[in-house]
């Protein structure tokens, strides 16, 4: 690994991981530059480059994004080597209730780990609040998250390039964003339940369970499945019915997208893809359709006509796990609803979904959307806990030694895993999650973003291993 120049003269290094490249590294590369700007060094890449690297990293503040058991050797890795962890979580906006959210996003051993939780808005804190194994000066800070920094009207010129180019080659435009990793995943075992190999089986956990009752993991498993039975009967019937639109289909990152190539194989004018961030996709969109999605909510905030199609119901799931995006959109409730309402909206005589109860909604959920970015407010927190302690404290020499040892194990136990069959997570998923990106690509998104903030600060972008690299001053 390339060693950092300069990280002594910086005010204190943070490491930023991205997990999935589309949906976080451009908000993450905001906070890098504003970061940056206040004399920070900033580590950024790839989530699974970076742990596995971590040992022959500089000491730092490490931008964590989960509290769950599987985080536990990482974090014991992390304070061993004398890293501060500190934590929002992805999952936070659109959660699941709370009792199963606990056992499923929250462990009150890794909890302890952190040193303080920043959250999307006020029904996230109070949900941290309640958990019942939060520690009990655990600082929360409600500060938004950079996610939601790049809906803002102001920094979407960062998009309007890409949106223009969607526009002009897809012309009118539906959006149907999928969420049914749950019960399509990219890799089987990533379900709510593992494939069974034998009739009569008893199908085991899969990783999208872990923290559920079997009861809701069941329930949920269902009515999951009848929504995308029912999104696959309508996707090709709106081709029939719009033939003047091109249909993009954009599953989640995690999701296996061949049943959606099958359906578009047979229709006209129906794109599955996942290219770049949903951003662009809903600045060019004429209307969005999902059920129970963040996509809901990220452009019920743009003021992108939004629809949440919910031709199978249960309102244990719509109303318990999918209740903001759900409640925030238009709602229909069969085909030929949804084609009224679509009908209108391409006619100009529905906008999107508005009214006092809805943005008081969102308000509860959702840190304020003006004055200071989210961004600003996390590194705002950042530099007053520096204020009074300015130095991380450096591990003693054994620790630090046992830090390196267990990383150095765990990165030795990953080389080996990927060889080996059965695994959860094999290596296409890993590129499929973070395809990569290169030096020249990185600088470019950081120019653009300190073009649209207004940002002279000269920055310096280096390549420091592979997926892994450095912004500061």
């Known amino acids: 690994m390339k060693k950092i120049a300069n990280i002594n003269k910086c005010k204190a290094c943070l490491i930023v991981p991205v997990e999935n490249q589309v949906r976080e590294l451009d908000p993450k590369l905001l906070l890098a530059c504003i970061a940056a700007r206040r004399g ?17 990293l500089p000491q730092g503040l490490y931008l964590n994004k989960s509290m769950t058991d599987r985080n536990l050797k990482m974090f014991r890795i992390m304070e061993n080597l004398g890293h501060e962890i500190l934590t929002w979580d992805e999952e936070a906006l659109v959660h699941l209730p709370a009792d199963t959210y606990y056992s499923r996003r929250l462990s009150p051993v890794a909890i302890r ?13 109070e949900l941290w609040r309640q958990y019942p194994d939060l520690p009990p000066d655990m600082p929360i800070h409600i500060t938004g998250n950079p996610r939601s920094d790049m809906l803002r009207p102001d920094l979407r010129s960062f998009y309007e390039p890409e949106a223009e180019m969607l526009r002009k080659k897809y ?22 339940f593992r494939p069974v190999t034998m009739a009569g089986q008893r199908p085991k956990f899969g990783k999208a369970a872990v923290g559920m009752s079997r009861e809701y993991a069941e329930g949920l498993r269902d009515h999951k499945q009848d929504i995308l039975k029912a ?32 359906i578009a ?7 599955v893809t996942n290219e770049g961030n949903v951003v662009p996709w809903l600045m060019a969109a004429e209307v969005v359709i999902h059920n129970g999605c963040t996509t809901g909510v990220e452009a019920y905030v743009m003021g992108v006509p939004a629809i949440s199609y919910r031709a199978k119901i249960n309102e244990e799931y719509d109303l318990g796990f999918y209740r903001l995006p759900n409640l925030i959109s238009h709602q229909c409730f069969d085909m030929n609803e949804l084609q009224e309402t679509l009908a209108k909206i ?35 927190v950042i530099d007053s806990t520096l204020q009074t302690k300015p130095e991380l404290v450096k591990p003693a020499l054994n620790r630090k030694a046992l830090g390196w040892s267990m990383a150095t194990w765990r990165r030795f136990t990953r080389y080996i895993r990927k060889y080996l069959p059965g695994k959860h997570a094999p290596q296409e998923f890993h590129r499929h999650r973070y395809p990569g990106i290169t030096l020249q690509e990185l600088s470019m998104k950081i120019a653009k973003l300190q073009q649209v903030i207004e940002d002279r600060t000269i920055l310096k972008t280096d390549q420091i291993s592979d997926q892994i690299f450095v912004v500061g001053r």
């Open 346 to 380: 391409f006619k100009g005589e529905l906008g999107a979904a508005d009214g006092e109860e809805r943005r008081a909604l969102i308000n509860h959920y959702l840190a304020p959307q003006e004055g200071s970015l989210a961004c600003e407010r996390i590194v705002d």
């Open 265 to 271: 194989n047979d229709c006209k004018k129906v794109k």
């Open 113 to 125: 780990y952190n040193s303080r939780l920043f959250a999307w808005g006020e029904d996230n804190a």
């Open 171 to 192: 012309g009118n435009l539906i959006l149907i964003n999928t969420n049914f990793n749950h019960v399509n995943a990219f890799s089987p075992a990533q379900n709510l």
């Open 231 to 262: 999104f696959r009967q309508m996707i090709p019937r709106l081709d029939q019915m719009f033939p003047d639109h091109v249909i993009i289909v954009r599953p989640h990152p995690t999701e296996n997208q061949q049943i959606y190539i099958d």
């Open 40 to 56: 920070f060094s900033v580590i950024i890449g790839s989530h699974r480059e970076i742990d596995l690297h971590i040992s022959s």
